[in-house]
């Protein structure tokens, strides 16, 4: 069967004055109808920029996708008109971006905002599309919608604003969510709240959700599938579950051990060390090497291939067997 949304062996670069940067290098993954895909790893990985990607929305210059393929319902969508992009995004393919201040337009109300692209791309009237719009900000559970629908983003709290994103991205009913960081900067019980309401609407519309996050107590709870990512390379793939029980990669071991536990009061937090490679410098072989605790001569010298480790599962590590079996 075609997967719903395919990535497949993705690069892009950012050219700089000061050297080329190899952002994404071979990344590829997929998520289908009903099912939440968490992408994981730290700042500066790459996957932001695999979803901009995906959008369309990398500015260029200075980035260029150099090759690999983005397919939505098999179409490929790199190959693909401006024209026939500017259609599925929003109504095929819709995101939440990371900051929902700097994403929503501060002058215009929030109930302009959301209005505009039902006006504009479904031909709806007015008076249609502010209905439609409090619709929106019922569905996503802000009080007194019919008011707020008038205010400005400035007025919303953090959380408030949040949903407003969460409204605007659906307005078209897309058939796949990317969800950027959706919790940053909220407290955790508004955290909670944002990711139910995401499952919730998710179940509901039976759509594919790509949920990019660092918080791997929200993957715990929601992922059916995770996708591990480093200097812009795949790592690790898996579903959530087994990766969870037992990683396959140094660098998801590493991550699931700076974890805090319950059960180890008073003991000191597990760091990795060292930091994540320039990527205008990746490192030969494989880019962790010099962060971990694994390494021998050949992770230096030769990029490690997708090793399959049953069920779905890849790591790339020359000691992937090793490192899955403990």
């Known amino acids: 069967m075609t997967a719903l949304l395919e990535v497949e062996d993705l690069h892009v670069e950012f050219r700089t004055r000061d050297g080329v940067a190899r952002v994404l290098n071979g990344v590829g993954y997929h998520v289908d109808a009903g099912e939440t895909l968490a992408v994981l790893g730290e700042s500066g990985s790459g996957k932001s920029v695999t979803a901009q990607t ?185 579903d959530a579950v087994s990766l969870f029980r037992s990683p396959g990669h140094p660098y998801t071991e590493a991550l699931m051990k700076s974890l805090p536990r319950l059960d180890a009061k008073g003991t000191t937090l597990d760091t990795i060390k060292g930091l994540p490679p320039s990527l205008l410098r990746i490192p030969p072989g494989c880019p962790f090497h010099p962060r971990c605790p694994r390494a021998e001569a050949v992770c230096s010298v030769d990029v490690p291939p997708q090793e399959r480790l049953g069920f779905g599962r890849t790591s790339a590590c020359h000691f992937a067997e090793e490192v899955l079996n403990g």
């Not at 983005?70 to 995004?89: I, K, M, P, Q, W």
Request: aromatic share 4%; charged share 25%; no cysteine.
């Open 54 to 238: 995906v959008m369309g929305i990398l500015d260029t210059p200075p980035a260029y996708v150099m090759r690999g393929a983005v397919r939505f319902h098999g179409e490929d969508l790199l190959s693909a008109t401006a024209e026939r992009r500017r259609e599925v995004r929003g109504e095929g393919i819709a995101m939440i971006f990371q900051d929902a201040l700097s994403a929503l337009n501060p002058v215009f109300t929030v109930g302009f905002q959301i209005e505009e692209q039902l006006r504009l791309r479904r031909g709806m009237s007015r008076s249609e599309a502010r209905k439609r719009a409090v619709e929106l900000l019922d569905l996503v559970r802000i009080p007194h919608a019919r008011q707020r629908v008038r205010e400005y983003p400035h007025q919303f709290s953090g959380g408030m604003r949040q949903r407003a994103m969460i409204a605007m991205s659906l307005a078209l009913d897309p058939e796949v969510l990317i969800a950027d960081e959706p919790t940053t900067a909220l407290d955790v019980t508004v955290q909670a709240q944002i990711m139910d309401l995401l499952a919730e609407i998710q179940r509901e519309r039976h759509m594919g959700l790509v949920l990019i996050t660092h918080d791997l107590g929200v993957v715990a709870e929601v992922a059916d599938r995770i996708v591990v990512m480093y200097a812009g390379r795949i790592v690790e793939q898996a």
